[in-house]
């Protein structure tokens, strides 16, 4: 059971390498401060300027929540060939099949969590983040003017 773990955070730990490696040689940043530095990363990851007010929390928030999802899915797949290799070696054990079975459909269940976290955060932030459009602003104006344009009675 430790050479599992064992082998379970090996990957974990090459999986995490193997991409930071991928985002590290995605650009090269050439400031004069560590601040131009840190901005000019900002700006290539998140799109919007470093500094800016706007956004800057929505992006923030959206950065936190895409490395949450990228490690829970991580750790999912691991876990879903993890139980795929215990009910492999089971040796027809119903305890160990019943086990290897439970820890796949844990680890299916945590992606489906993940993927609909996703949806709805970019969902949430997306409506907080939006102002009314002037075709919406327009339909309402209308709607007051309609409702409240009766004509007077004598």
């Known amino acids: ?3 599992f773990i064992l082998i379970g955070l090996t990957l974990l730990s090459l999986a995490i390498g193997a991409s930071s490696l991928v985002a590290g040689s995605a650009g090269t940043v ?3 401060t560590p601040k131009d530095a840190v901005c000019e990363g900002v700006t290539s990851v998140s799109g ?10 929505t992006s923030l928030i959206k950065t936190i929540i ?3 999802s990228f490690v829970v899915a991580t750790v999912s797949i691991i876990m879903i060939i993890f139980g ?4 492999i070696t089971s ?3 119903s305890g160990k099949i019943t086990t290897a079975k439970s820890t796949i459909i844990y680890a299916i269940v945590g992606l489906v969590v993940v993927a609909f976290a ?3 955060v970019q969902f949430v932030l997306q409506k907080a983040t939006n102002t009314p459009s002037k075709t919406q602003t327009g339909q309402l104006e209308r709607r007051v003017a309609i409702e409240y344009d009766y004509p007077t009675v004598v």
């Open 30 to 32: 050439s400031a004069a």
């Open 1 to 3: 059971m430790k050479r």
């Open 91 to 93: 040796g027809g054990d």
């Open 84 to 87: 795929g290799f215990r009910y």
């Open 118 to 120: 996703q949806f709805i």
């Open 66 to 68: 895409n490395i949450l």
């Open 48 to 57: 919007s300027a470093c500094g800016s007010a706007s956004g800057s929390l």
